[in-house]
């Protein structure tokens, strides 16, 4: 069930969009209905949102399952933070087309390592590279800042800087908010029509069966490394989003842990829908919050919801709701 | 001319010689078996010519042009297509999604990444088309994981057939089914095949099928071309019935 929903020759734009309509007016009413701190948590799930969807491209629906996706994420942070340091730049437009550039040249050559190998292998690879980024980050820090990481300073967004009137928190809940869920909506429907497109059919059949792929004309590596670029790219431009929120970067976010909590997301929604992700990301970004606060144990906590996530309900949030609606019915 | 021309093809996987210096021709519209015990060789000498696996000395003509050294993609586009001996589909993509795959290849247009699969019509109809031929038309909006073995084995060689190849290598097309569904599997793609010009190579072990489906039969044993010839003098040919089942012809 949840496969032909990834199939298909895809549902009509149209009635993908009247079905998503309620959910984009709730996000758009809710930093006025919401406190501040609650939608500042939608905002980073938002963001966190857009770099899971990257990643599900290549764990959903090309099946290549990458532990290094901090890298890209943090390619995106830091790419912001340097513009900041040396180019002294401030809007968010060319932060978002910096970080584009740099995660493009970033997956773009990581991928010429790791699309020639699948599971195990490429999941190492990209956990190894990762962590070169890491150590780099870490150890060059007349560069990045090493430990204390880089400060990037709340941006302008269209030219529009924060009024000296406003709060910095009120620009983040209603301005930031506004701006990053208005990217979020143009990535969602980006990675919409790419999944559903005639290379989104390719990477569905590459994962599901190489070698016949590769014997109806698909150039495994070349689609391979395709789709690892798009996915990076997403994952950093959420990196660029993420910082100015943040405030801060810091080597943290290049660090594995970072590529296994974007993981946990995709588990946790389900990776084998396209809102899985989307609904992983934002609910992991509570989950964790609230977990942090509940508990100096946070991390067991998130480990016992994982462990029982994947033996109960293996399908995540997304494919179990989704078989419950379809047991309901089928009961009506 | 032959469409396809082997010269002392090779392969070898340490010391067992599973292709050994095979001279092997296809002429143009003729549906060919080829048939031999296990570990005869069948398989590789198609895993070679389609390039599964690569040569280790020998030439591959293919439409008097040297395809020793082209690439899986580049054999495809000279018109060389395969269905798999284990069957080999896109279990979780539907049984049209499945066909239409192999009519974007061939088009050119599986690299589209930024316009919907859904607004190339023709590519849908077409693909329609090709599983009403095959007899799945019912299967369209199925998982191709979902539906039964024959009907699997049926699909195998449309996604094939949809590539529009000028040579469709077939790797036991009724291994696994029943025999009551042979026939009609056989029937299907033979009239299939026959009606659209293509030459067919056809490996299998059911000698009724080889017998009744093929024009030409070649015989291979340890990774040689043991006997080669139409269907009444390879079952007069001793040294193939006695190879194949081990006594001689009555």
């Not at chain 1, 500042?40 to 290549?58: D, P, Q």
């Not at chain 1, 010429?112 to 490429?122: E, S």
């Amino acid at each position: 069930m949840t496969a032909a929903v990834l199939s298909g020759e895809g549902r009509s734009p149209v009635k993908v969009v009247a079905s998503a309509a309620p959910v984009v007016v709730l996000l758009w009413v809710l930093p006025y209905v919401l406190a501040p701190y609650k939608t500042l948590l939608l905002t980073y799930g938002l963001v966190m949102a857009i770099a899971a969807l990257g990643f599900n491209l290549l764990l959903g629906y090309t099946g290549l399952l990458s532990f290094g996706h901090s890298a890209f994420f943090g390619v995106g942070a830091y790419a912001v933070a340097f513009m900041v340091k040396y180019l002294d730049l401030t809007s968010m437009e060319l932060f978002i087309v910096g970080a584009t550039v740099a995660s493009a040249f970033v997956t773009a050559l990581f991928g010429l390592v790791c699309v020639r190998y699948t599971r195990i292998f490429f999941s190492i690879l990209t956990l190894a590279l990762s962590q070169v980024l890491w150590s780099l980050a870490f150890k060059f820090f007349w560069v990045t800042g090493g430990t204390d990481g880089l400060r990037v300073p709340t941006p302008r967004l269209l030219g529009r800087a924060v009024a000296a009137s406003e709060d910095k928190t009120t620009f983040l809940v209603h301005a930031y908010y506004s701006y990053v869920l208005v990217v979020f909506l143009a990535c969602v429907a980006l990675m919409w029509v790419i999944v559903n497109s005639p290379f989104g059919k390719a990477l569905q059949a590459i994962r599901d069966n190489e070698t016949r792929a590769e014997f109806v004309g698909v150039q495994i590596w070349r689609y391979r490394w395709i789709a690892f670029m798009v996915s990076g790219v997403f994952t950093g431009l959420a990196g660029a989003l993420w910082v100015p929120l943040n405030g801060l970067t810091t080597p943290d976010i290049l660090y594995w842990p970072f590529s296994g909590e974007i993981v946990f997301m995709a588990v946790l929604g389900g990776f084998r829908t396209f809102s899985g992700p989307i609904v992983g990301a934002i609910v992991f970004n509570y989950l964790k919050t609230y977990a942090v606060g509940f508990t100096v144990y946070w991390q067991l906590l998130l480990g016992v919801i994982l462990v029982t996530l994947v033996l109960a309900l293996p399908t995540g949030i997304t494919g179990t709701a989704g078989q419950l609606l379809a047991r309901l019915r089928r009961a009506a | 001319m032959s469409l396809l021309l082997t010269t002392k093809l090779t392969k070898h996987f340490g010391e067992n010689r599973a292709v050994d210096g095979v001279d092997f021709a296809v002429r143009e519209g003729q549906v060919l078996a080829l048939i031999g015990s296990n570990g005869a060789g069948k398989t590789s000498l198609v895993n070679l010519i389609s390039g599964l696996l690569r040569a280790d000395s020998g030439q591959i003509q293919f439409r008097g042009v040297d395809v020793t050294a082209e690439s899986v993609h580049g054999r495809i586009r000279a018109g060389i297509a395969r269905s798999f001996q284990l069957v080999n589909l896109f279990d979780q993509l539907t049984c049209l999604d499945n066909v239409a795959l192999s009519i974007f290849a061939r088009e050119g247009k599986a690299r589209k990444l930024f316009s919907l699969a859904r607004r190339y019509r023709g590519i849908w109809e077409e693909a329609a088309e090709v599983l009403h031929r095959f007899g799945l038309d019912g299967k369209a909006r199925m998982l191709a994981g979902g539906i039964a073995q024959g009907e699997r084995k049926l699909l195998d060689v449309a996604v094939a057939y949809a590539l529009h190849p000028r040579l469709l290598f077939l790797d036991e097309p009724t291994s696994g089914v029943s025999t009551r569904e042979k026939a009609p599997i056989m029937d299907t793609i033979s009239s299939i095949v026959r009606s659209q010009g293509i030459t067919a190579v056809i490996i299998e072990h059911d000698m009724d099928i080889v017998f009744n489906y093929s024009d030409r039969i070649v015989c291979m044993h340890q990774g040689t071309i043991l006997a080669e010839g139409t269907p009444d003098e390879i079952r007069r040919n001793e040294s193939v019935t006695t190879t194949l089942i081990g006594t001689p012809a009555s």
